[in-house]
T-cell receptor
Framework: NAGVTQTPKFQVLKTGQSMTLQCAQDMNHEYMSWYRQDPGMGLRLIHYSVGAGITDQGEVPNGYNVSRSTTEDFPLRLLSAAPSQTSVYFC????????????FGDGTRLSIL | RKEVEQDPGPFNVPEGATVAFNCTYSNSASQSFFWYRQDCRKEPKLLMSVYSSGNEDGRFTAQLNRASQYISLLIRDSKLSDSATYLCVVSHYGGSQGNLIFGKGTKLSVKP
């Protein structure tokens, strides 16, 4: 099994550009989430989904959109990139909920110039 | 008070040493507790869950004190491969609405 797959692994954007970070899992997990990790800040939850068709905001949702049309995929969209969104983004999933151990993808390193 | 606080580190220890990490959490309603390990420029990986009765996995022992809202991780006979950042993680709510809150991590460096 591939587990949680994130693409791309690296990306450089200019301020104002939009893009989508892809996340897919093949473990039939209901719960999926996106985190960002910044130096000195720890991981912070951006958005999460408890199942197909259901999404909700986490701690730092501004500037990001998500959708969950299938169980497998949970893309994260940056609407208009800003330098403050320069970060490492991790997608994670678990079988039943956010209170369970999460399986993480290997991350997307995003730089906004 | 931050939701999950950890020893700031870094901890620099020789091989074979015993090292302990501490973590406190602010929400008394927290339901689930974990220690994750994160290698440099890699994703976090679950090290172990933490149960009220305490639990052990090889050289690693985790303990939870709900009354004091305190979690600990003990690593015995440290190996070079234990060098990593250790993240204390707590969930606020149970079930599908539960979300994980991560501490900032404590960096461990095990030296020969």
């Amino acid at each position: 099994n591939a587990g949680v797959t994130q693409t791309p692994k690296f990306q450089v954007l200019k301020t104002g550009q939009s893009m989508t970070l892809q996340c897919a899992q093949d473990m039939n997990h209901e719960y999926m989430s996106w985190y960002r990790q910044d130096p000195g800040m720890g991981l912070r939850l951006i958005h999460y989904s408890v199942g197909a068709g259901i999404t909700d905001q986490g701690e730092v949702p501004n500037g990001y959109n998500v959708s969950r049309s299938t169980t497998e995929d949970f893309p994260l969209r940056l609407l208009s990139a800003a330098p403050s969104q320069t970060s490492v983004y991790f997608c994670a999933s678990s079988y039943s909920g956010g209170d369970q151990p999460q399986h993480f993808g290997d991350g997307t390193r995003l730089s906004i110039l | 008070r931050k939701e999950v606080e950890q020893d700031p580190g870094p901890f620099n220890v020789p091989e074979g040493a015993t090292v302990a990490f501490n973590c406190t959490y602010s929400n008394s309603a927290s339901q689930s507790f974990f220690w994750y390990r994160q290698d440099c420029r890699k994703e976090p990986k679950l090290l172990m869950s933490v149960y009220s009765s305490g639990n052990e996995d090889g050289r690693f022992t985790a303990q939870l004190n709900r009354a004091s809202q305190y979690i600990s991780l003990l690593i015995r006979d440290s190996k070079l491969s234990d060098s990593a950042t250790y993240l204390c993680v707590v969930s606020h709510y149970g079930g599908s609405q539960g979300n994980l809150i991560f501490g900032k991590g404590t960096k461990l460096s095990v030296k020969p």
